[in-house]
């Protein structure tokens, strides 16, 4: 292993956060990163004048955040603080290896609250590429650590952040199934919904405040939709038989869903408060895991209506079905990216279920994964990395792959497995 | 004292936040409270199900009724010759008792997708509601559900354990709605 190949970097960030109570630390996320790309974007972050807890907190999570994404390389800062407005010897800092450089400073405002700001430079051309300030509560500044890795990210590579975003998961631990939401980073987790019994299938309305899933608290799975601010939830579909499979239309009206009421699993559309139910599949076999393309014009779906299961795909009313993967017996849970571009799915090959990535333009099929029992994927907003349940040592874990399976992340929980990756969108 | 705990943290947490533009090509977006707490997310904890209250013919361990699950082969979904008089004792009973309902419930072993596995456990489910309507039980005394892959009777991941969660198991329902489900 050469050191200049970056891609087999293991480090491991210990993510322990002193503000969460200790029943929330046990299922507290932690971060590996196992590989990173290949040309990764050299940045310095140096420290922030002004109050050291709170320079700290910010400029760890932006460094934390860049280094995570696989694409940056953090510079050395030899400890050096100054702020935005201070001047910049660019030709020193290229000398020093970074292409860019975030400076900023904290100040606390009259009535208490912090106020974070920074401007990041591009040391090659020498020139400012802008900044911004951020008024927060001392408790939030994590989350403008989060704002300004976007905001350099952006910048820096031409594509959005998201590490601004949340991530939904299912802990299971001492007999109880724990729907969880916290921050992209694994922080700030927080329980949504406690049960005795399974919880399955989570994903994101697309305005990010509601959950739809299936849970199994009625003995059969039923699909409930759970406003996450409120705590409040509504059941979606409970009809004769399972319920279950949701995915959201992108205008957040509608859910594609899989109901058992006629037979065997078939595709149904209904809408978010449960009314106007319609059938969308007649097949004698099973249809299910359907997911909407971000145009909403169509559904992938898994059937085994051709003797295995495969993805196939269909107009979002129904009809015009047409099969999309053709390697190997067995190919599921289909999940178009939010960009148009590509296919994620779970493909089985000698045995072992790995993450497969199909350009929907070429059809070319990628495996993306080093796993064997690999889950639910779930594509970033920016489609550039796939969240995954896999299993390592045993151990229900997430692990997060970059499309092109460079770069590669692994969150587990200390206290048990750790399965239902969703991402959410975008941060409104 | 966790339950009193978690929204006394979150409701701690309160905050509000607001952005400033640097004069200069300030087009970060603000940092915003996510509806009122740190993390947005009111914890739900979900009510359980008791099950009590059926006649003992259907909860004595000497009683045939007793047996209530049904085996099947890797990748089959077809009701095995060696469970015909099993399901033969819960038809005649169903028949004979038309107040009470079964809840079938399919489940598979744990290796796929876990909505693919669902759907699996639907059709073995549907197998043995199948077996008892050509007996005479009537439709509606019956609902079939599938758990798929997600209440494993056997923990374990080698084929001793797998063959034990390729299964469909008859939960039942008294007329006067107690029971097992």
Redesign the interface.
Known sequence: MKMNDMSRISRRIFLAFS???A??AQAQLSIEITGAGANRIPVTIVDFPGDPTASRVITSTVRADLERSGLFKLIDHSNLAFD?NAPINHADWKARGADGLAAGSISRSADG?M?A?F?LYDTQKGV??????????S??LR??GH??A??IYEKLTGEKGVFSTRIAYVVKARGQFLLQ?ADSDGQ???????????I??PVWSPDG?RLAYV???????VIYV?S????Q?HIVANF???N??PGWSPDGRKLAV?L?KD???QLYSVNADGSGLQRLTQSSG?D??PRYSADGGTIYF?SDRGGS?QVYQMAASGGDVRRVTFEGS?N??PRPSPDGKSLAF?S?REGR?QLAVMDLASRQVQVVSDSYKD??PSFAPNSRMILIATEVG?RGVLSAVSSDGRIKQRLTVAAGDVR?PAWGPYFQ | M?KL??PA??SA?L????????P????????E?????????????????DASGLPRELTDPKSKLAQRSIYFDLDSYEVKGEYKDLVASHAKYLVANKGFKV?L?GNTDE??????N??????RA?AVKRSLTLLGVQEAQI??????E??PKNAG?DEAAWSENRRADI?YRAADGRGE?
């Not at chain 1, 849970?215 to 799975?221: A, T």
């Not at chain 2, 905050?15 to 533009?21: A, D, K, L, N």
């Not at chain 2, 290796?111 to 693919?116: F, Q």
Request: proline residues 4%; glycine residues 12%.
């Open positions: 503000l969460l109570a029943g929330l935005e609250r106020e700001r401007r400012s590429l802008g900044g911004a300030a951020y008024v927060t509560n408790t939030q989350a403008a704002r300004i976007d905001y939401i700030n987790a927080a329980t949504a919904l406690t049960s005795t019994e399974p399955i299938s405040g849970s199994f608290e009625k003995k059969k799975p759970h996450l601010a409120s705590g939830r004769k038989g399972s279950s499979a899989v058992s037979g065997f699993s099973i299910t895991e898994t299961p067995y599921v849970s779970i089985r279920f889950e639910s045993g239902e | 966790k705990l978690i943290l979150l947490l905050v509000g936040c607001s952005t400033t533009p640097l200069e090509d300030a087009n970060g977006a603000p940092v409270s996510r509806s009122g707490s740190s993390t947005g997310v009111a914890p739900v904890t979900a009510g359980g199900l809840l419930q290796r796929g997708s876990r909505e693919y669902l759907s699996l456990g639907q059709k549907e609902e079939s559900v599938s758990l798929g997600e209440k991941h939960l489900f």
